[in-house]
């Protein structure tokens, strides 16, 4: 049987009882139809995953397609159609050096671009659905290939359509329209400004914005690397949680507060995990938090699915205890429940 630890980035995860891999639209509908009723569990890159070490006792369909469609205007900018299975940050990479902007700050995401809308990935003040004209999807439900439109993937932080009914829609291409430009959109991070040496809300070329990106998040060990265990993760392990303004006013007064639209407040699992008395560094067993960023939960060498699932429970114990937060995973947990 395949070992799922050899395709996730986090280097765990038992055996799945049938395995696929799939290049092209026609093969993943068929893949998904040959598994009936049976569960199935889509994968691309295996980087924002934790799988059992039980393994998965279904069909486990790897996807690859990464085929390239564009359509370009000198007025209205580009219109990119990717397939699912291309690398997200090759992607990233590939519209900047075709002259174009808008993606620049989510560079270095680990991943594939059919995950992206799914989690509706973001970083440093912009998330993918500002991007994102339209998914098209093969929905196992309705036996059909349907097109979402961008109001109809539902999208919210770190969430849409998709993610709310698991398992139903398998994403097969995405299409993007980003303008031509060689500069960015205003930098409302200001974390990413300092790096840029800029006052926030000034721009920067595209091209450095990526590079700050990408140094940002190396910095953090949020760029994987085979060398470096400590950024053998799944990215960031927890969301920021959303919390009511009842809840935030409770806070020290040191804890990141952003306001949203409906009155509720983002605050840092970061800060919160920090001030819980998580550490850089803690481990069980083979599982260490990062010594870079508390947020990353990683493989030191030796980890197990079970290691690093106790060391999550651990993380979100303390939180619990000391502000009354409860951390909800980012990562997709299969076969694992932190409760």
Not at 308 to 326: D, M, Q
Request: one cysteine or more; a negative charge; charged letters at 20%.
């Amino acid at each position: 049987m395949t070992q799922l630890s050899d395709f996730t980035s986090l280097r765990v995860g038992g055996p799945a009882k049938n395995f696929v891999e799939v290049s092209n639209e026609a093969q993943i509908i068929a893949a998904i139809e040959a598994a009936g009723d049976s569960p199935i569990l889509i994968m691309g890159g295996g980087t924002n995953m934790l799988v059992s070490d039980s393994g998965f006792d279904g069909t486990v369909i790897r996807i690859s397609n990464d085929q390239i469609e564009s359509e370009v205007d000198a007025c209205s900018g580009a219109t990119l159609t990717i397939g699912a299975g291309q690398n997200w940050d090759e992607f990233v990479a590939t519209t900047i050096s075709r002259g174009f902007a808008g993606l620049e700050t989510l560079s270095g995401i680990p991943g594939t671009v059919g995950a992206a809308p799914i989690q509706n990935i973001g970083a440093y003040g912009h998330e993918v659905s500002e991007f994102i004209t339209r998914v098209r999807t093969y929905d196992r439900a309705e036996k059909k290939v349907r097109t979402f439109t961008n109001s109809e993937c539902e999208f919210s932080y770190r969430s849409s359509h998709f993610k709310k009914e698991k398992d139903r829609f398998v994403i097969l291409d995405v299409a993007f329209q980003l303008r031509q430009g060689e500069i960015s959109t205003p930098i409302t991070y200001a974390e990413l400004a300092g790096a840029l040496g800029i006052e926030v809300g000034e721009k920067a070329s595209v091209a450095q914005t990526r590079a700050a990106t990408l140094a940002l998040r190396a910095r953090k060990g949020m760029l994987l690397s085979n060398e470096d265990h400590d950024s053998w993760s799944a990215g960031s392990f927890f969301t920021n949680p959303i919390i009511s303004a009842e809840v935030a006013a409770t806070l020290p007064t040191d804890a990141p507060r952003w306001v949203q639209a409906d009155g509720r407040v983002k605050t840092s699992a970061a800060w919160l995990m920090e001030h819980a008395g998580v550490h850089k560094g803690d481990s069980v067993s083979g599982a260490r938090i990062s010594t870079k960023h508390v947020l990353a939960l990683t493989n030191s060498g030796t980890a197990t699915a079970d290691d690093i699932a106790s060391l999550a429970k651990e993380a979100r114990e303390k939180v619990k205890s000391v502000f009354g937060i409860t951390l909800e995973a980012e990562v997709n947990l299969v076969g694992i429940n932190l409760q």
